[in-house]
């Protein structure tokens, strides 16, 4: 006859309840983790839908502060050397392109677009910025020799020592002929008024300006670039990108005194010592006599040195919308029929 304890009992039972609850507590999380596990899964595939789902014929954009590409599958930061996704074609000159929508931020073409090039007259465009946030158009300068710091090939606006003219009419003389002159007496001006001290040198001046260039140029965007000189003549250590002149491009059409400036192809000014000047624009697609002449154009600036090639940074408004072109390192032709022909391309999709 076998006997029991009832203490060995009780034990016996109470470790069988404890099991029994651990096995149900396991069980009822193991459920509950496959279910959380479902709706979780369920939520992201909805979300997933409603982005990829957009109306028929219309594309959609990640705006990531910078120019993006559409190409009706996907969206994103413009990427280097991406020509793949071009959404116009073209078969250009220029080693290093971009063109983009100013409405939507989308780049429409690119063509090594991140690519280091250099600047030439189209950094141009940077110092009359910069010359804008420190000088108001109205202010009255008088030319001194800081117009002897450029080089003996430079383009110039033929300015003379003694010559008083507005800042308005200084940036004329910078952007039409593209005075390298112009940049200077611009930048030296603006130095000793940054610094508060006109007892500064020329060269300090300019040091000063250029300065506040890169700080201009790196709050608008334009990361990859680094400008030496305010004519953007070749110097070491200068460069930028087509991508870069684009951003800052977009920023001379939101000024209102630069954007009037290049879109004119010639313009007569009276200076306040009383010279007459007269300057014609160096972009031939404003010029109405030339074959590249394209009466949607609206500016902006031309370039050339021995290190950046013929260049030309153009914007056009086409059917309500306003694009602008870049073009590095092409020829002294091709920079103007490479721009023809994306606008061409553009009006015609």
């Given at each position: 006859m076998i006997s029991y304890n009832n203490n060995d009992y009780d034990k016996k039972?109470?470790?069988?309840?404890?099991?029994?609850?651990?096995?149900?507590?396991?069980?009822?999380?193991?459920?509950?983790?496959?279910?959380?596990?479902?709706?979780?899964?369920?939520?992201?595939?909805?979300?997933?839908?409603?982005?990829?789902?957009?109306?028929?014929?219309?594309r959609s954009a990640e705006n990531t502060g910078g120019f993006s590409q559409m190409n009706g599958r996907q969206s994103g930061r413009v990427s280097a050397n991406a020509n793949q996704n071009n959404l116009i074609s073209a078969d250009i000159t220029a080693e290093n392109a971009i063109v983009i929508n100013t409405g939507t931020d989308t780049a429409l073409y690119q063509k090594n677009s991140t690519d280091e090039v250099a600047p030439a007259s189209t950094a141009k465009m940077i110092t009359a910025l910069t010359a804008l946030d420190y000088c108001a158009p109205e202010d009255e300068l008088t030319v001194g020799g800081e117009i002897e710091m450029i080089q003996e090939d430079s383009s110039r606006a033929w300015l003379t020592r003694g010559d008083i003219l507005t800042v308005r009419q200084l940036l004329i003389a910078l952007m039409l002929p593209s005075g390298n002159d112009a940049a200077y007496t611009l930048a030296v001006n603006a130095g000793k008024s940054i610094a508060g001290d006109n007892s500064l040198t020329n060269k300090q001046s300019v040091d000063i300006f250029m300065g506040k260039v890169n700080e201009k140029a790196r709050a608008l965007g334009a990361e990859k670039s680094n400008f030496v000189v305010p004519d953007g003549y070749d110097a070491e250590g200068q460069y930028t990108t087509a991508y870069d002149l684009a951003v800052i491009a977009k920023a001379c059409l939101d000024n209102p005194t630069i954007s009037e400036i290049v879109a004119s192809y010639t313009s007569y000014e009276k200076w306040v010592n009383g010279r007459e000047v007269t300057y014609n624009n160096t972009n031939e697609l404003l010029n109405p006599d030339s074959q590249y002449y394209r009466p949607e154009v609206i500016g902006l600036k031309t370039g050339n040195s021995s290190l950046s090639g013929a260049c030309l940074i153009s914007a056009a408004v086409i059917n309500g919308e306003t694009y602008i072109c870049v073009m590095m390192r092409s020829t002294k032709d091709a920079r103007f029929q490479d721009s023809v022909d994306i606008y061409d391309e553009i009006k015609n999709q």
């Open positions: 039972s109470r470790r069988k309840q404890v099991k029994r609850r651990r096995t149900f507590q396991r069980a009822v999380c193991i459920i509950l983790c496959l279910f959380m596990g479902a709706a979780v899964f369920g939520a992201v595939s909805l979300i997933s839908v409603g982005k990829e789902a957009s109306p028929p014929g219309k």
